[in-house]
């Protein structure tokens, strides 16, 4: 049996749909955004936490290498100012399928790549990468609703989930990150959502309506649970002294009222020992 942890509340914040979690490793702060509520958390480094109310629906928060933020708002990847206001369009989505894009997580070279959604049963949605210079590529077609994104720590290896197809990929990528190849590394009976990786460069998958988070060795084999009573699991991040913490959000959208009594702090952020440390998270800002 995989060893068994269990996440504790570390931020009561009850969102609609907390999601993005990531660690800015400049200002020592974590950062996730509710996406349905309109609203960006931070948590500094001596516990306080702050709300940030949003003009426009954001699925990711991200740190900008010139010191600012980087956010995907509906089709739409701009820059932010750590208050929550929007600045300059660096690119837009292409709008097939449901119009809206996911998850999204800087590559080792500093660009961003981000999942679009497609629920129609057409798998019209993609994996799109986004330089600083507003140029977007397609990594892969096909996909349903695009979701977590991590590296392996030598940068060689994308794993990337997709929910409705309920599969981690793992893509082959050659020495300027572009992929080469792809095999499924583990498929799931829930939904796999956001994902992170850690030193050892295994894999940290939140299981939607699974309950937990899962991590699962190189080789597909899982190893380690931590139970979240959060309601929907969304998504997870390293973070904290020496990045041993994994932060997880949870949702608490459409469940009912007898979930909401036994879960009473679904959508809130929770935090486990996870017992090794994340393999860090690259800001925005190409490095090519």
């Not at 931070?42 to 949003?54: A, C, E, N, S, V």
């Not at 991590?150 to 050659?174: F, K, Q, V």
Request: glycine residues 12%.
């Amino acid at each position: 049996m995989p060893n068994e942890l269990v996440a504790e509340v570390v931020v009561d914040c009850r969102s609609q749909l907390g999601e993005g979690v990531t660690w800015d490793a400049a200002t020592e702060t974590l950062l996730w955004v509710d996406v349905d509520g309109r609203l960006m958390h931070r948590l500094q480094p001596d516990g306080r936490h702050h709300r940030i109310d949003l003009d426009r629906s954001v699925s990711v928060v991200i740190p900008h290498a010139r010191g600012h933020l980087l956010a995907v708002a509906g089709l739409d990847v701009v820059e932010m100012d750590h208050d929550g206001r929007f600045g300059p369009l660096i690119a837009t989505l292409p709008a097939e399928g449901d119009g809206v894009a996911n998850d999204g997580r800087c590559d080792p070279q500093g660009r961003l790549w981000v999942g679009t959604v497609d629920r129609s049963g057409q798998n019209r949605a993609g994996l799109w990468r986004v330089c600083s210079s507003g140029r977007r590529e397609c990594v892969l077609e096909g996909r349903a609703l695009s979701n977590g994104l991590d590296w392996s720590p030598d940068g060689r290896r994308c794993y990337h989930a997709d929910s409705l197809l309920r599969r981690i990929d793992e893509l082959a990528l050659e020495d300027g990150g572009d992929v080469v190849g792809a095999r499924e590394l583990v498929s799931f009976e829930a939904m796999p959502d956001g994902l992170s990786v850690d030193e050892d460069g295994c894999v940290w998958v939140a299981l939607w309506d699974g309950g937990q988070v899962q991590r699962y060795t190189p080789d597909g084999r899982l190893d380690r649970t931590v139970s979240v009573p959060g309601g929907w699991i969304t998504n997870c991040a390293f973070g904290g002294p020496q990045q041993r913490t994994l932060y997880i959000s949870t949702a608490r959208v459409d469940l009912d009222a007898d979930t909401l009594r036994r879960q009473p702090h679904a959508g809130s952020l929770f935090a486990v020992d996870a017992g090794v440390a994340g393999r860090g998270y690259t800001a925005f800002g190409d490095r090519l």
